[in-house]
């Protein structure tokens, strides 16, 4: 008896396979998920270390020298220097009565005596300043782990999709990173912290620039790409926007391992999605030969769009181990609004990304660059004249914005200048772009705790505001690039009447996906 026609869930899968949508959805899925996983540490690593291993160890310290420092008595009078006025005061007891007040001097006293010498007045909303300054040092160390690993194996993931295309690579990324999560859950220690932050660089790798060579190499045409990628893009401001305020509220009214946990279970549902859409256990390498790694870096266009990616994302990166730190010693912030106080930035660069996916192909993408590095350095320039929370709206608003702008240019370009002079594969120059944005977030959070405990938060972003302005101007050389003489030969063949088309070296396929797709090709040729 023949099957009923109407709809079937093959019937679906066939469709999902050859739609070039549902693979702009798996790529904004990872790219999310990644990003949530790199922002939700942001707000509960410092508070995490800080609890654990200063309070944890001081608070037993603290009650054993309390109980063993002597008490003031009423024929021993002592000295106590007035941090006020620079003054030596000579106190003593001649009556020590039971009343509030008596007993509130005495307590006082002690604390002023712990150790045999005397304390300041507390300026500070937390005890352990030079706790948090070393802090400084090692979250940024343990932040800039993943990018660190990530810039060391993205070159490899280039070579391997260009072998193996760009599936298997997309299905390792979602492993590792669901092993990532799992593992930050479970974490109690900074060492088991900083192995899954690597654990995670390696996961990153794999799946974005897998993702983004394979958004690229199913919209070949300029426009579509553009706003192709301003939509991926979207996944990773989105994944900015809700994992710090998801992480910061989740650790403060349930506990540590509750938002891995989600991330875990979120990861999982993209797993299956890969599985029924990508099909990761087919081999499709591309046909055309790839560019070699080394000379796409010889190329001086590709290295100005690597450079504004890296300088534009360095900036946020140094806030990230910094910014949190700096409100808990100035702002006396509890541990929400450590969180919280990306959310400007997040919204704003999920705005930035999906409108100039879009404006940029009109106003010129280097412009758009160009303005948003400017902006970007501005931003960083205002960042420390807030007072509270409220005042970190404007500075962190226009941060994620401009970076919305460099990103949402940068990424389309990097394709449309291999397209333009170098061979039409995209992974290469996609784990060249992921290198740059990687370099920005390992450079980043290394070098900004020591520079905070060195110089202050203050003199961090005014340094690294002054770069980006100072980077600004070389976007101008981006304005109009020049083809090889080769790619000339190819874009007048194929496209004689539109300057603004160019052709990739292959012909055209509806979507590198079915298996029937090759064949049809060659019946065309």
Not at 37 to 51: N, R, S
Not at 56 to 62: A, D, W
Not at 90 to 108: C, K, L, P, Q
Not at 341 to 353: C, D, N
Request: aromatic residues 10%.
């Amino acid at each position: 008896m023949p099957e009923p026609l109407g709809w079937s869930p093959w019937m679906w899968l066939k469709e999902g396979r050859e739609s070039r949508k549902l693979v702009l959805v798996i790529v904004f899925v990872a790219l999310l998920l990644d990003n949530m996983l790199l922002t939700v540490v942001v707000p509960i690593i410092p508070t995490f270390l800080y609890a654990t291993e200063y309070k944890g160890t001081n608070s037993s310290v603290l009650q054993t020298q309390t109980m063993a420092t002597p008490m003031p008595s009423a024929a021993h009078p002592f000295s106590v220097f007035s941090y006020f006025d620079n003054t030596t005061v000579t106190v003593s007891y001649d009556t020590v009565d039971n009343t509030t007040e008596g007993t509130s001097r005495i307590a006082s006293t002690s604390l002023l005596l712990l150790n045999g010498t005397s304390m300041p007045p507390k300026n500070s909303c937390v005890d352990g300043e030079e706790f948090l300054m070393d802090e400084n040092v090692r979250v940024g160390l343990l932040f800039a782990s993943k990018a660190l690993v990530q810039l060391t194996v993205n070159p490899f993931v280039g070579l391997l999709t260009n072998r193996l295309g760009y599936h298997i690579p997309m299905f390792i990324g979602f492993i590792i990173m669901f092993l990532s999560t799992v593992m930050f859950a479970f974490s109690g220690t900074y060492t088991l912290l900083f192995v899954a932050r690597a654990l995670q660089g390696i996961g990153s790798s794999f799946s974005s620039v897998a993702g983004l060579g394979m958004l690229a190499s199913v919209y070949t045409d300029d426009y579509e790409r553009g706003n192709a990628m301003g939509i991926a893009l979207g996944g990773l401001a989105l994944g900015v926007l809700v994992g710090a305020p998801f992480g910061s509220v989740m650790y403060e009214f349930v506990g540590k391992s509750s938002p891995f946990l989600i991330l875990a279970f979120l990861a999982l549902l993209d797993g299956a999605l890969q599985l029924c859409i990508l099909q990761p256990s087919k081999i499709s390498p591309e046909s055309t030969t790839g560019t070699p790694v080394f000379t796409l870096l010889q190329d001086p266009y590709i290295l100005v769009a690597a450079g504004a990616l890296c300088f534009a994302n360095m900036g946020v990166a140094m806030l990230e181990p910094t910014l949190p730190i700096w409100m808990m010693q100035t702002m006396c912030s509890p541990k929400w609004q450590l969180g919280m106080a990306f959310l400007p930035a997040s919204i704003s660069y999920l705005i930035g990304t999906n409108l100039f996916g879009v404006l940029a192909h009109k106003m010129g993408r280097w412009l758009c660059s160009l303005i948003g590095m400017i902006v970007v350095g501005v931003s960083l320039l205002c960042v420390p004249l807030a007072q509270n929370i409220y005042g970190l709206i404007g500075p962190n608003g226009g941060l994620g914005f401009a970076i919305g702008m460099v990103d949402s240019s940068m990424m389309p370009i990097m394709g449309y200048l291999v397209d333009l002079r170098h061979a039409s594969v995209y992974g290469s120059v996609y784990a060249i772009a992921d290198v740059a944005f990687c370099m920005g977030f390992a450079i980043g959070p290394s070098t900004g705790g020591a520079i905070v405990r060195a110089i202050g938060f203050p003199w961090l972003m005014v340094i690294i505001g002054v770069i980006n302005i100072a980077y600004a101007p070389l976007c101008w050389y981006l304005r109009s690039p020049p083809a090889k003489e080769e790619k000339i030969a190819i874009l007048n063949q194929e496209c004689p009447m539109h300057t603004k088309c160019y052709a990739t070296q292959k012909p055209l396929r509806e979507f590198p996906l079915t298996d029937g797709s090759d064949e049809e090709v060659e019946n065309e040729e």
